[in-house]
């Protein structure tokens, strides 16, 4: 995949060779064919592909969770070895801790980090703004519904001001309505902040409308089979735009196409299942 | 009903809440009611036939032993030597056990490795320990203590194991993102994570520490509820028998319900559905 936009100071994330394998009882698996990906500089860049592709294998690597087990990957161009601070992680299921409230929740990074009380409350009160839970500040995750819960969970990882925040799912596990508000969101803060944010969907619509690059992932061992450039996303996006665009709806077509091929569901020329006499 | 409106109207809450007081009485009543049976038929079985004082009293004798006992100060020696021993058992457990189960439940290979000894040793009672540790310390407070330790400790440990393997693995790696190190994790995590698990544990170690507890009384001899039964026996004193199994019977539900189940429901209110 040729890319034009070679410019090493903006260049926050480079994958080159990765390649992932698994011990398991039943042996030798192979998560992830090779990769080789540039993630530029508040660029934000979503990954969809089939299940069991991978995906979450490349976002764990980067993360630093997990080591590959060939190639390497460069955060502002030091070798990623393990977790770190200046790339924040948001999960798919509930990873905020139920015994904390939500400005405890929310503060917990900067508490980690050793930031003094009053600057962490400034920054704990601009989050719960930010993120539409004023309010709720003193609740235990328990009593905040779940969309409320996966902004708390946004809100931790946006306070602790990491360069780069990975993103896997986060909205996987919230009714359909209520995952469209927050998308509206996250694309709101990410134009306020200016992250470099990688994020992983199953959803196409999802991939496109919060990108400026959609990555296309291939079936296990997965590999980045295309990328797709989204114009305009700093301008700013909401649904009901997003829908009855047809630039935009033609990216989604074209994902989509990429996508279903992996799934083996319009796989062009595909064989002939040959029926054996008596089958 | 009259009395109830004028009374609501005056305190300006409704009438429900003298319904619902009501209702917490009927409750009460309802606990009562089983340990009412039990005694009405001890008593028509007393009355029923001809016991001599040496084989079954009636529970109005039984009171009055309770009372002599108590106005003598004998109970509240006996009891208090049970009491005192259970509590330092369980502190002393809690404090060795907790980082035991912690340092097992954080190592995956220790725990796999270690569930089927540590439910050997819950299958090995207290009080089959009984005779190594008469050998070992005598008939001494000490091997009263070792029992009684043994029994509470290995459900904090097991109940520590399991409540740290039950955190989820998200939790430990958003805080590993978040830059947290390994005492971070262990006081913001696996502590508070482990804690509904590790009252648990207490709760039952609780329950069997106290049965094991009058048990090795009852061998020992040096003090407590079990040596005034069994040393009851020998002079078959029905009455005092009986009152001592009372006894120890409350004093069991009072620390039950008035220390270890609080402590329970103050972690099951903070944590929330979420812990299931």
Redesign the interface.
Known sequence: MPDDHRDPASEKIVVSGFRHFFETAGGHVQATDQVDLTIRSGEFVTLVGPSGCGKTTLLKAL???IRPSEGTILCDGKPVT????E???V?Q???????RTVRRNIG??LE??GIPRAERERTVARLIELTGLAGFEDR????LSGGMRQRV?VA?TWA?DPDVILMDEPFAAVDAMTRLTLQEELVRLCTATQKTVFFITHSVDEAVFLADRVLVMSRRPGRIKAMIDVPGRLAGRDWESFKIDAAMQALVEQVLRLVREERGLTTPAAPAIAAGPGA | MSATTAASARTGVPGQSMLAAAGRQLRGLKILLPFAALVALWWAIYASGDFSPQVLVSPLTVWQAFVHLVTYGVMAEYASTSLRMIGFAAMLSMVIGVPIGFAIGVNRYAAHALEGFLRFLQGISGIAWLPLAIIWFGFTHTTTLVIVIYTLIVPIIFNTMIGVRAI?E??M?????????RL?MVK??YL??A?PSIVVGLRLGMGYGWRALIAAEMLVRKGGLGDLIFGARTFGQIDRIITGMIVIGCLYVIVDRLIVQPIENLTIA??????K
């Open positions: 993360a630093g969770f393990g977790p770190g601070r790339r924040g992680v999960f299921e509930l990873a905020i801790l139920p015994w917990h990074g980690i980090a235990y995750p328990h009593e969970a931790r602790a | 989820p998200s939790y790696l958003a805080l590993r993102s978040l830059g947290a190190s971070r913001d995590v508070p994570g804690l903070r944590w929330g559905v979420l812990r």
